[in-house]
């Protein structure tokens, strides 16, 4: 497998970060650039959904982009630098160390068993005590409250009681979802931070219950 358009896009990326390349690059930092990576995020599941192979290519390669542009950010870092081979090398480990059962002599027969596994040796890798540890409090309000109560759940600690929508379809939940948006737009609520807010006090709850 040709790897070139890697050194080529590297070497691309130094050019427009380094005297005399553009002035815009230069300017940039690792805050600066996040709503771009959101944006191109965005872009691509949309590629997705519409099934244009076209667009999946080019978001990809948008995605691509932010990756490279913040490791060459990252380059200039005074005492902590690295680069985009010391971030692939980085994530290239963890794979393996993460899967024993291709690189290893580990027997796992299921998905389930897999996950299971990458879970147990991620808490072990990262030191992790609490059901919370690691879970981005920067994301959207509902992947945040789902990743809460996934993790709480395989905690064996309290889950908010289910309230199932009529039909206990996903269908169902959406119609529910988005009568339940409307009602707080018509009432002036921002339902992603009225989300947020009692995820966080959740969160809070129970990470007293671990103390």
């Known amino acids: 497998m040709a790897h070139e358009n890697l050194i080529r896009l590297a070497e691309v990326m130094d050019r427009l970060r380094s005297p005399g390349g553009c002035p815009w690059d230069a300017e940039q930092d690792h805050q600066s650039l996040l709503k771009y990576l959101l944006e191109e995020s965005y872009e691509f599941i949309d590629s997705v959904e519409s099934g244009n192979r076209d667009d999946m290519r080019e978001e990809l390669g948008d995605l691509l982009l932010q990756v490279y542009f913040h490791s060459r950010i990252a380059q200039e870092h005074p005492s902590q630098p690295f680069d985009i081979d010391a971030v692939a090398a980085t994530v290239a480990d963890k794979l393996i160390s993460r899967h024993p059962h291709v690189f290893g002599n580990l027997a796992l027969e299921s998905s389930d068993e897999v996950?299971?596994?990458?879970?147990?040796?991620?808490?072990?890798?990262?030191?992790r005590t609490s059901f919370s540890d690691g879970v981005a409090i920067g994301q959207?309000?509902?992947?945040?409250?789902?990743?809460?109560?996934?993790r709480a759940a395989k905690s064996d600690l309290p889950v908010p009681s289910p309230a199932a929508p009529d039909g206990g379809d996903a269908a169902a939940l959406g119609e529910t979802l988005l009568a339940l948006i409307s009602w707080a737009?018509?009432?002036?609520?921002?339902?992603?931070?009225?989300?947020?807010?009692?995820?966080?006090?959740?969160?809070e709850k129970l990470q007293a219950k671990e103390r």
């Open 140 to 150: 959207p309000a509902l992947m945040l409250a789902t990743k809460l109560i996934n």
């Open 115 to 127: 996950v299971a596994n990458w879970e147990m040796i991620k808490k072990a890798e990262k030191g």
């Open 185 to 203: 737009v018509a009432n002036q609520i921002d339902p992603e931070d009225a989300l947020r807010k009692a995820a966080l006090e959740y969160r």
